[in-house]
Protein backbone atom coordinates (compact mmCIF):
# COMPACT_ATOMS: atom_id res chain seq x y z
CA UNK A 1 0.00 0.00 0.00
CA UNK A 2 1.37 3.08 -1.08
CA UNK A 3 1.78 6.33 1.50
CA UNK A 4 -0.54 9.40 2.09
CA UNK A 5 -0.35 11.82 -0.33
CA UNK A 6 1.39 14.38 1.00
CA UNK A 7 -1.50 16.75 1.05
CA UNK A 8 -3.36 14.84 3.24
CA UNK A 9 -0.51 15.00 5.96
CA UNK A 10 -0.97 18.90 5.21
CA UNK A 11 -4.23 19.09 6.02
CA UNK A 12 -4.65 16.55 8.41
CA UNK A 13 -1.35 19.22 10.32
CA UNK A 14 -3.68 22.31 9.70
CA UNK A 15 -7.03 21.32 11.29
CA UNK A 16 -4.65 20.09 14.56
CA UNK A 17 -2.39 22.90 14.80
CA UNK A 18 -5.95 24.80 15.04
CA UNK A 19 -7.23 23.08 17.71
CA UNK A 20 -3.24 22.78 19.49
CA UNK A 21 -3.45 26.69 19.12
CA UNK A 22 -6.27 27.14 20.63
CA UNK A 23 -5.04 24.45 23.87
CA UNK A 24 -2.04 26.66 24.28
CA UNK A 25 -3.97 30.51 24.73
CA UNK A 26 -5.75 28.57 27.50
CA UNK A 27 -2.32 28.91 29.31
CA UNK A 28 -2.29 32.63 28.04
CA UNK A 29 0.51 32.07 25.16
CA UNK A 30 -0.04 33.08 20.95
CA UNK A 31 -1.51 30.28 19.28
CA UNK A 32 1.81 30.13 17.01
CA UNK A 33 3.53 28.46 19.90
CA UNK A 34 1.03 25.78 19.27
CA UNK A 35 1.53 25.90 15.83
CA UNK A 36 5.29 25.13 16.18
CA UNK A 37 4.90 22.65 19.04
CA UNK A 38 2.64 20.29 16.74
CA UNK A 39 5.36 20.97 13.94
CA UNK A 40 8.16 19.53 16.19
CA UNK A 41 6.24 16.35 17.70
CA UNK A 42 5.39 15.03 13.61
CA UNK A 43 8.24 16.46 12.42
CA UNK A 44 11.78 14.89 12.34
CA UNK A 45 12.57 15.65 16.43
CA UNK A 46 9.47 13.10 17.17
CA UNK A 47 7.68 11.14 15.28
CA UNK A 48 8.89 11.87 11.95
CA UNK A 49 5.65 11.62 10.28
CA UNK A 50 7.01 14.39 8.12
CA UNK A 51 9.80 13.76 6.52
CA UNK A 52 12.58 16.08 5.34
CA UNK A 53 12.23 15.55 2.02
CA UNK A 54 8.28 16.69 2.31
CA UNK A 55 9.10 20.11 4.48
CA UNK A 56 11.30 20.57 1.97
CA UNK A 57 9.00 20.04 -1.28
CA UNK A 58 6.61 22.76 0.98
CA UNK A 59 9.12 25.36 1.78
CA UNK A 60 6.88 27.66 -0.91
CA UNK A 61 4.13 27.80 1.50
CA UNK A 62 6.81 29.25 3.96
CA UNK A 63 8.02 31.57 1.57
CA UNK A 64 4.72 32.84 0.29
CA UNK A 65 3.49 33.60 4.32
CA UNK A 66 6.72 35.59 4.93
CA UNK A 67 6.23 37.34 1.64
CA UNK A 68 2.46 38.42 3.39
CA UNK A 69 4.27 39.13 6.20
CA UNK A 70 7.04 41.15 4.98
CA UNK A 71 4.40 43.19 2.55
CA UNK A 72 1.72 43.91 5.79
CA UNK A 73 4.94 45.48 7.72
CA UNK A 74 5.30 47.87 4.62
CA UNK A 75 1.90 48.49 4.42
CA UNK A 76 1.51 49.77 8.15
CA UNK A 77 4.76 51.84 7.78
CA UNK A 78 2.95 55.33 6.59
CA UNK A 79 5.59 57.88 6.69
CA UNK A 80 2.93 60.02 8.16
CA UNK A 81 2.80 57.38 10.96
CA UNK A 82 6.13 57.20 11.22
CA UNK A 83 6.71 61.32 11.40
CA UNK A 84 4.41 61.17 14.58
CA UNK A 85 6.50 58.17 16.21
CA UNK A 86 9.42 60.78 15.98
CA UNK A 87 13.04 60.27 14.86
CA UNK A 88 13.25 57.97 17.94
CA UNK A 89 12.38 54.97 15.79
CA UNK A 90 15.60 55.50 13.59
CA UNK A 91 17.89 55.35 16.89
CA UNK A 92 16.28 52.58 18.09
CA UNK A 93 16.72 50.65 14.75
CA UNK A 94 21.01 51.73 14.78
CA UNK A 95 21.04 51.20 18.68
CA UNK A 96 19.81 47.75 19.27
CA UNK A 97 21.62 46.29 16.23
CA UNK A 98 24.67 47.80 16.91
CA UNK A 99 24.24 47.06 21.02
CA UNK A 100 23.09 43.55 20.06
CA UNK A 101 26.72 43.26 17.92
CA UNK A 102 28.63 44.41 20.35
CA UNK A 103 27.62 43.09 23.54
CA UNK A 104 27.44 39.76 21.72
CA UNK A 105 31.00 39.95 20.43
CA UNK A 106 32.36 40.84 23.75
CA UNK A 107 30.90 38.13 25.94
CA UNK A 108 31.83 35.43 23.53
CA UNK A 109 35.57 37.01 23.05
CA UNK A 110 35.99 36.89 27.00
CA UNK A 111 34.56 33.26 27.21
CA UNK A 112 36.33 31.85 24.06
CA UNK A 113 39.30 34.90 23.82
CA UNK A 114 38.91 34.32 19.83
CA UNK A 115 38.08 37.14 18.11
CA UNK A 116 36.71 35.95 14.67
CA UNK A 117 34.61 33.81 16.38
CA UNK A 118 33.03 36.57 18.30
CA UNK A 119 33.01 38.64 15.47
CA UNK A 120 31.02 36.34 13.34
CA UNK A 121 28.49 36.05 16.66
CA UNK A 122 27.90 39.25 17.34
CA UNK A 123 27.64 40.06 13.33
CA UNK A 124 24.46 37.21 13.53
CA UNK A 125 22.97 38.93 16.81
CA UNK A 126 20.71 41.54 14.67
CA UNK A 127 19.01 39.56 12.92
CA UNK A 128 15.52 39.04 13.92
CA UNK A 129 12.17 37.22 12.75
CA UNK A 130 9.48 39.54 11.68
CA UNK A 131 6.88 36.79 11.24
CA UNK A 132 6.40 35.74 15.26
CA UNK A 133 6.27 39.53 16.55
CA UNK A 134 3.33 40.26 12.83
CA UNK A 135 1.06 36.79 13.85
CA UNK A 136 1.20 38.42 17.48
CA UNK A 137 -0.02 41.56 16.80
CA UNK A 138 -2.89 40.39 14.37
CA UNK A 139 -3.98 37.44 16.53
CA UNK A 140 -4.55 39.63 19.59
CA UNK A 141 -5.66 43.07 17.20
CA UNK A 142 -3.09 45.09 18.46
CA UNK A 143 -2.74 49.01 17.78
CA UNK A 144 -1.27 51.87 18.72
CA UNK A 145 2.36 53.77 19.19
CA UNK A 146 4.39 49.99 20.11
CA UNK A 147 2.50 48.35 17.61
CA UNK A 148 3.85 51.13 14.94
CA UNK A 149 7.39 51.26 16.21
CA UNK A 150 7.29 47.27 16.67
CA UNK A 151 6.36 47.25 12.92
CA UNK A 152 9.26 50.09 11.29
CA UNK A 153 12.04 47.91 13.68
CA UNK A 154 11.11 44.36 12.93
CA UNK A 155 11.03 45.55 9.05
CA UNK A 156 14.22 47.85 8.63
CA UNK A 157 16.57 46.08 10.83
CA UNK A 158 17.31 43.12 9.23
CA UNK A 159 18.92 45.15 6.09
CA UNK A 160 20.84 46.76 8.52
CA UNK A 161 21.72 43.53 10.15
CA UNK A 162 23.18 42.14 6.52
CA UNK A 163 25.36 45.46 6.41
CA UNK A 164 27.05 44.44 10.08
CA UNK A 165 27.24 41.23 9.20
CA UNK A 166 29.14 42.31 5.88
CA UNK A 167 31.89 44.12 7.87
CA UNK A 168 32.28 41.73 10.96
CA UNK A 169 32.49 38.37 8.86
CA UNK A 170 34.83 40.10 6.25
CA UNK A 171 36.74 41.30 9.47
CA UNK A 172 36.56 37.62 11.07
CA UNK A 173 37.94 36.17 7.49
CA UNK A 174 40.37 38.86 7.04
CA UNK A 175 42.28 37.54 10.46
CA UNK A 176 41.99 33.95 9.40
CA UNK A 177 43.38 34.24 6.08
CA UNK A 178 45.66 36.99 5.26
CA UNK A 179 46.19 36.27 1.77
CA UNK A 180 42.40 37.87 0.84
CA UNK A 181 43.04 41.04 0.82
CA UNK A 182 40.38 41.72 -1.65
CA UNK A 183 37.76 40.24 0.88
CA UNK A 184 37.10 42.71 2.77
CA UNK A 185 35.97 45.54 0.24
CA UNK A 186 34.08 42.58 -1.86
CA UNK A 187 31.87 41.32 1.61
CA UNK A 188 31.11 45.25 2.24
CA UNK A 189 30.33 45.51 -1.38
CA UNK A 190 27.82 42.74 -1.72
CA UNK A 191 25.03 42.90 1.15
CA UNK A 192 25.33 46.89 0.22
CA UNK A 193 24.49 45.93 -3.12
CA UNK A 194 21.62 43.15 -2.27
CA UNK A 195 20.11 46.10 0.46
CA UNK A 196 19.80 48.76 -2.85
CA UNK A 197 18.75 46.27 -5.02
CA UNK A 198 16.00 44.98 -3.01
CA UNK A 199 14.55 48.03 -2.26
CA UNK A 200 14.52 49.12 -6.06
CA UNK A 201 13.06 45.71 -7.04
CA UNK A 202 10.31 46.29 -4.62
CA UNK A 203 9.44 50.24 -5.12
CA UNK A 204 9.27 49.14 -8.97
CA UNK A 205 6.27 46.83 -8.35
CA UNK A 206 4.78 48.76 -6.14
CA UNK A 207 4.00 51.44 -8.75
CA UNK A 208 2.48 48.60 -10.88
CA UNK A 209 1.08 47.18 -7.92
CA UNK A 210 -0.81 50.83 -7.04
CA UNK A 211 -1.34 51.72 -10.69
CA UNK A 212 -3.32 48.38 -11.77
CA UNK A 213 -5.09 48.47 -7.75
CA UNK A 214 -6.69 51.52 -8.22
CA UNK A 215 -8.22 50.53 -11.77
CA UNK A 216 -9.28 46.97 -10.71
CA UNK A 217 -13.40 46.85 -10.32
CA UNK A 218 -14.71 45.29 -8.12
CA UNK A 219 -12.72 45.90 -4.96
CA UNK A 220 -13.10 41.99 -4.24
CA UNK A 221 -10.84 40.88 -6.84
CA UNK A 222 -7.69 43.20 -5.06
CA UNK A 223 -6.54 40.29 -3.01
CA UNK A 224 -5.97 38.00 -5.63
CA UNK A 225 -3.67 41.21 -7.80
CA UNK A 226 -1.90 41.28 -4.56
CA UNK A 227 -1.06 37.57 -3.98
CA UNK A 228 -0.15 37.38 -7.81
CA UNK A 229 2.31 40.99 -6.96
CA UNK A 230 3.67 39.65 -3.52
CA UNK A 231 4.22 35.67 -5.51
CA UNK A 232 6.60 37.95 -8.26
CA UNK A 233 8.08 39.72 -5.45
CA UNK A 234 8.93 36.19 -4.08
CA UNK A 235 10.52 34.88 -6.94
CA UNK A 236 12.57 38.10 -8.41
CA UNK A 237 13.81 38.12 -4.93
CA UNK A 238 14.89 34.41 -4.96
CA UNK A 239 15.86 34.53 -8.39
CA UNK A 240 18.54 37.49 -8.15
CA UNK A 241 19.78 36.52 -4.32
CA UNK A 242 17.73 39.64 -3.07
CA UNK A 243 15.99 39.96 0.15
CA UNK A 244 12.58 38.68 0.31
CA UNK A 245 11.40 40.41 3.18
CA UNK A 246 13.36 43.89 2.11
CA UNK A 247 11.43 43.42 -1.37
CA UNK A 248 7.84 42.39 -0.44
CA UNK A 249 7.81 44.99 2.29
CA UNK A 250 8.76 47.86 -0.17
CA UNK A 251 5.88 46.63 -2.09
CA UNK A 252 3.20 47.63 0.54
CA UNK A 253 5.75 50.82 1.85
CA UNK A 254 4.86 52.50 -1.72
CA UNK A 255 1.25 51.48 -1.66
CA UNK A 256 0.47 52.88 1.86
CA UNK A 257 2.03 56.14 0.96
CA UNK A 258 0.84 56.71 -2.48
CA UNK A 259 -2.78 55.35 -2.25
CA UNK A 260 -5.78 56.86 -0.22
CA UNK A 261 -5.61 55.34 3.06
CA UNK A 262 -9.36 54.43 3.23
CA UNK A 263 -8.45 52.32 -0.19
CA UNK A 264 -5.21 50.88 1.86
CA UNK A 265 -7.26 49.85 4.94
CA UNK A 266 -9.81 48.10 2.62
CA UNK A 267 -7.47 45.93 0.69
CA UNK A 268 -4.87 45.43 3.88
CA UNK A 269 -7.95 44.25 6.07
CA UNK A 270 -9.11 42.10 3.47
CA UNK A 271 -5.29 40.45 3.31
CA UNK A 272 -5.72 40.37 7.11
CA UNK A 273 -8.55 37.42 6.59
CA UNK A 274 -5.73 35.61 5.01
CA UNK A 275 -3.30 35.56 7.37
CA UNK A 276 -4.06 33.39 10.33
CA UNK A 277 -4.44 30.60 7.33
CA UNK A 278 -0.89 31.26 6.49
CA UNK A 279 0.70 31.67 9.45
CA UNK A 280 -0.66 28.01 10.70
CA UNK A 281 1.40 26.43 7.41
CA UNK A 282 4.27 28.63 8.41
CA UNK A 283 4.69 28.10 12.00
CA UNK A 284 4.10 24.24 11.72
CA UNK A 285 6.52 23.59 8.96
CA UNK A 286 9.08 25.98 11.07
CA UNK A 287 8.50 23.37 14.13
CA UNK A 288 8.75 20.54 11.75
CA UNK A 289 12.59 22.03 10.66
CA UNK A 290 13.73 21.96 14.25
CA UNK A 291 15.66 19.68 15.56
CA UNK A 292 15.46 19.13 18.85
CA UNK A 293 18.57 16.91 19.59
CA UNK A 294 20.88 19.72 19.10
CA UNK A 295 19.48 21.66 22.27
CA UNK A 296 22.04 19.66 24.10
CA UNK A 297 24.83 21.03 22.28
CA UNK A 298 24.43 24.68 23.55
CA UNK A 299 26.69 24.78 26.05
CA UNK A 300 28.12 27.55 27.71
CA UNK A 301 28.57 29.45 24.28
CA UNK A 302 24.69 29.01 23.46
CA UNK A 303 23.65 30.02 26.70
CA UNK A 304 26.05 33.11 26.65
CA UNK A 305 24.74 33.68 23.09
CA UNK A 306 20.98 33.62 24.12
CA UNK A 307 22.05 35.98 27.21
CA UNK A 308 24.07 38.78 25.47
CA UNK A 309 21.84 39.14 22.56
CA UNK A 310 18.64 39.44 24.65
CA UNK A 311 20.48 42.41 26.66
CA UNK A 312 22.00 43.88 23.63
CA UNK A 313 18.73 43.90 21.97
CA UNK A 314 16.59 45.26 24.75
CA UNK A 315 18.79 47.88 26.26
CA UNK A 316 19.94 48.95 22.72
CA UNK A 317 15.97 49.61 21.90
CA UNK A 318 15.75 51.32 25.90
CA UNK A 319 18.78 53.55 24.59
CA UNK A 320 17.68 54.59 21.36
CA UNK A 321 13.83 55.12 22.67
CA UNK A 322 15.81 57.17 25.19
CA UNK A 323 17.90 59.48 23.48
CA UNK A 324 15.27 59.91 20.31
CA UNK A 325 12.85 60.40 23.60
CA UNK A 326 10.43 58.12 22.47
CA UNK A 327 6.94 57.77 24.54
CA UNK A 328 7.55 55.59 27.85
CA UNK A 329 5.63 52.77 26.34
CA UNK A 330 8.31 51.93 23.58
CA UNK A 331 11.21 52.97 25.63
CA UNK A 332 9.94 50.28 28.28
CA UNK A 333 8.48 47.38 26.24
CA UNK A 334 10.04 47.27 22.62
CA UNK A 335 12.78 45.65 23.45
CA UNK A 336 10.70 42.50 24.62
CA UNK A 337 8.55 42.40 21.06
CA UNK A 338 12.19 42.05 18.97
CA UNK A 339 13.58 38.60 20.28
CA UNK A 340 12.35 36.12 17.79
CA UNK A 341 15.37 34.96 15.29
CA UNK A 342 15.32 32.66 12.51
CA UNK A 343 15.71 32.45 8.57
CA UNK A 344 17.78 35.48 8.24
CA UNK A 345 20.44 34.42 11.08
CA UNK A 346 20.19 30.59 9.72
CA UNK A 347 20.52 31.58 6.37
CA UNK A 348 23.65 33.93 7.22
CA UNK A 349 25.43 31.11 9.15
CA UNK A 350 25.11 28.99 6.34
CA UNK A 351 26.88 31.44 4.04
CA UNK A 352 29.81 31.13 7.39
CA UNK A 353 30.01 27.51 6.81
CA UNK A 354 30.58 28.10 3.24
CA UNK A 355 32.90 30.61 3.81
CA UNK A 356 34.86 29.82 6.08
CA UNK A 357 35.31 25.97 4.92
CA UNK A 358 36.86 27.67 1.99
CA UNK A 359 39.39 29.15 3.95
CA UNK A 360 40.81 25.79 4.27
CA UNK A 361 42.04 26.00 7.98
CA UNK A 362 41.77 24.26 11.09
CA UNK A 363 40.48 27.06 13.09
CA UNK A 364 38.19 28.26 10.30
CA UNK A 365 36.38 25.50 10.01
CA UNK A 366 36.33 24.93 13.38
CA UNK A 367 34.18 28.28 13.95
CA UNK A 368 32.47 27.60 11.17
CA UNK A 369 31.07 24.26 12.82
CA UNK A 370 30.83 26.26 15.65
CA UNK A 371 28.50 28.76 14.45
CA UNK A 372 25.97 26.67 12.78
CA UNK A 373 25.77 24.57 15.33
CA UNK A 374 24.93 27.56 18.31
CA UNK A 375 22.60 29.05 15.31
CA UNK A 376 20.67 26.64 14.84
CA UNK A 377 20.02 25.80 18.69
CA UNK A 378 19.89 29.25 19.75
CA UNK A 379 16.67 29.88 17.27
CA UNK A 380 14.61 27.30 18.79
CA UNK A 381 14.71 28.80 22.13
CA UNK A 382 14.74 32.39 20.47
CA UNK A 383 11.79 31.28 18.44
CA UNK A 384 9.33 30.29 21.42
CA UNK A 385 10.17 33.02 23.52
CA UNK A 386 10.14 35.74 20.87
CA UNK A 387 6.53 35.64 20.59
CA UNK A 388 5.61 34.69 24.02
CA UNK A 389 7.98 38.36 24.88
CA UNK A 390 6.03 40.63 21.97
CA UNK A 391 2.65 39.23 23.60
CA UNK A 392 3.75 40.19 27.02
CA UNK A 393 5.34 43.55 25.21
CA UNK A 394 2.10 44.92 24.25
CA UNK A 395 -0.35 43.51 26.87
CA UNK A 396 1.46 45.79 29.49
CA UNK A 397 1.50 48.96 26.64
CA UNK A 398 -2.56 48.70 26.75
CA UNK A 399 -2.30 48.13 22.46
CA UNK A 400 -4.00 44.20 23.27
CA UNK A 401 -7.33 44.27 21.41
CA UNK A 402 -9.54 41.52 21.17
CA UNK A 403 -8.03 37.99 20.11
CA UNK A 404 -9.33 37.12 16.63
Given at each position: MSSLPLIVLVGAAVVLSLYMGRL???????????YMLLGVIIGKSVLGILSEGNIESLSFLTDV?????????????????LKRLGKGIIYIIIAESMAAFIVVSVSVWLLTGNLPMALVFGSLAPASAPAGTVAVIQEYGARGNLTKALYAVVGFDDGLAIVIFGFASAAARNMLDPQNSLSLFQSILLPSKEILLSLLVGTAFGFAFTFLSRRLRPITDI?????????MCIGVSQWLHLSLILTCMMLGFILTNTTPSTMVKNLVGQLKT???FLFIPFFFLAGAHLDISVLPSLGMLGVIYILSRTTGLMSGAWLGAKVGKSEPNIRKYLGFGILSQAGVAIGLS?????EFNAIGTPEASTIASTVIM??????????????IGAKFALTRAGEIGHSK
Open positions: VKKIHLPSLVGALGFVAFTIGSELNIRGPSLSFGFIAWMPMLVLQTITATCIVFEVIGP
